[in-house]
């Protein structure tokens, strides 16, 4: 029961917040480098923000200063914490295993007044 269920998303206005959890099953989790990835309708694909197995994170820089990526190794979770959103940020959001290359199935952002 490998798999990855991301969590949190939904509809938040500009310049709120949110915190998208994403809960692995089925490996080591600690010793993973995850991520966060989000697809907007017609665009690309883009990493959002990494953290290796050591906590050591980095970011795109739209996102610099607003997100923060985290994880909990005994919750086998990685989080995302958005703060100061904005409607660019509108996307669906996965997480991923950048290993394995598994991937969650997305939670979907939209921000919007």
């Known amino acids: 029961q490998v798999q990855l269920v991301e969590s949190g998303g939904g509809l938040v206005q500009p310049g709120g917040s949110l915190r998208l959890s994403c809960s692995a099953s089925?490996?080591?989790?600690?010793?993973?480098?995850m991520a966060w990835y989000r697809q907007a309708p017609g665009k690309q694909r883009e990493l959002v923000a990494r953290?290796?197995?050591?906590?050591?994170?980095n970011y795109t820089d739209s996102v610099k200063g607003r997100f923060t990526i985290s994880r909990n190794n005994a919750k086998n979770t990685v989080y995302l914490q958005m703060n100061s959103l904005k409607p660019e940020d509108t996307a669906v959001y996965y997480c991923?295993?950048?290993?394995?290359?598994?991937w969650g199935q997305g939670t979907q952002v939209t921000v919007s007044s």
């Open positions: 991923t295993n950048l290993v394995t290359g598994r």
């Open positions: 089925g490996i080591t989790f600690s010793r993973y480098p």
């Open positions: 953290i290796t197995s050591g906590s050591s994170t």
